[in-house]
């Protein structure tokens, strides 16, 4: 029988699923009985420290909880994402119009394009970067400008080149550092300059700031919105996921701009009906309970890097040393694709790594590499692979 179903179009604009074919070797590999060993997934693997899972514990019993949440998140949510923010950067913020729960930073991500992006319009995104800053727009329609982004810039986002023609149908940027999968970390000049930029332009610029939490060797990331003028033109997105080991739990926040607060506020109270009570309660205890459990994780993946960091001279890798996030983005030898280097790491010593591709255009040459790995298992993928390189 043949079926009646019609997909939209635009589902055919989504890019390749870039994993299809290690997941077809990781499978070949594992039947052959090889253990294999993934350095390919942004997932904290420690588990959310015991404070907070208390508290969910605390909150899940009580009946006001089981009801439906309040759409741009619980007062004491929002209050605690202010206090958060002052207490972390500094930053005043008014709970009631510049914060706005999220499920998840991604949501807030994919829901930005519906408030902000008409057919035709273009986002500026990225060279690399989380991979919803393109699909995103892809799935409403919109249009994708690609920022250059490379090791020439320090992996800061070329917005000032963008030409002028897709300028003048420009609406959103997104920047984000600590950068996911480069590890770049941004200067507060370069802040500055984008903020000059999204205003001259009318550009509404969202700074996803997944890795606020996550530096090494004493840095601290900043925030955006502690920039002058941040906020007529910026929001920025934070999140419990990699900061407090929640990715599963599914908490964020956007802060800023009044004006784009609200419009993703109205579209998301026709989509989705908030996050569960309770879990905003865990989130009030993750950010404004003690901190200590953060500066462990920073600590532990800074081993990590340093681990890692050790061996890639000696397997033909080259890599700059990174401050933040939970990833090593390395160079790989010439003559191979990244695609190709990343299934020749998988055959010979049975370990996945992310192809630098998968994050945009300029991830041509390059792996991932996570640092969220528990130890052992870190160790021994880097021993296999410096046993077959
Ligand atoms: C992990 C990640 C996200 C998604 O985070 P959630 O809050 O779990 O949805 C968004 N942006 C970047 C850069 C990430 O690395």
Same mark, same amino acid.
């Given at each position: ?8 179009? %635009? ?61 741009? =998140? ?33 949501? =807030? ?138 990715? =599963? ?53 800074? %081993? ?38 990343? =299934? ?46």
């Amino acid at each position: 029988m043949t079926s009646s179903v019609r997909i939209a179009s %635009r589902m055919a604009n989504l890019p390749p699923y870039l994993f299809a074919e290690i997941d077809r070797k990781k499978a070949l590999k594992q039947a052959e009985g090889v253990d294999v060993i993934s350095l390919g997934i942004g997932d904290p693997d420690m588990p959310t420290p015991q404070r907070i899972i208390d508290a969910m514990a605390t909150a899940i019993t009580d009946p006001k909880n089981h009801q439906y949440p309040a759409y741009a =998140g619980s007062k004491p949510y929002r209050t605690a994402c202010a206090e958060w923010m002052k207490r972390r950067f500094g930053v005043a913020l008014d709970p009631d119009t510049e914060v706005l729960a999220l499920i998840g930073s991604k949501e =807030g991500i994919a829901h930005l394009f519906p408030a902000f992006i008409d057919p035709g319009d273009v986002t500026l995104v990225p060279g690399v970067g989380y991979p919803v800053y393109h699909t995103g727009g892809i799935l409403i329609g919109g249009e994708t400008h690609w920022m250059p982004m490379n090791d020439a810039n320090d992996w800061l986002a070329d917005f000032e080149s963008t030409p002028a023609d897709v300028l003048a149908r420009a609406k959103m940027m997104f920047l984000s550092y600590p950068n996911n999968p480069s590890s770049a970390i941004a200067p507060v000049e370069y802040f500055d300059r984008a903020i000059a930029f999204a205003r001259e332009h009318d550009i509404l610029l969202v700074h996803d700031n997944a890795y606020s939490e996550i530096g090494f060797d004493g840095y601290r990331p900043s925030s955006l919105l502690e920039r002058p003028g941040a906020r007529d033109v910026a929001i920025e997105l934070f999140s419990c996921s990699k900061a407090y080991n929640m990715t =599963g739990w599914r908490v964020a926040f956007a802060a800023g701009n009044a004006e784009a607060i609200k419009a993703l506020g109205t579209v998301k109270s026709n989509i989705d009906s908030g996050i569960f009570t309770a879990v905003q309660d865990a989130a009030i205890e993750a950010m404004l309970g003690p901190q200590d459990d953060t500066f462990e994780m920073s600590a532990l993946y800074q %081993r990590r890097r340093d681990l890692v960091m050790e061996t890639l001279g000696s397997i033909g890798l080259s890599a700059r040393t990174p401050k933040g996030t939970i990833y090593v983005w390395a160079r790989i030898p010439e003559g191979y694709s990244s695609a190709e280097y990343a =299934g020749l790491v998988l055959d010979r010593a049975g370990v996945i790594v992310a192809p630098g591709n998968a994050y945009g255009p300029n991830g041509e040459g390059y792996i991932r590499i996570s640092l969220a790995t528990p130890d052992d298992r870190l160790k021994e993928a880097l021993q296999r692979i410096a046993d077959t390189f």
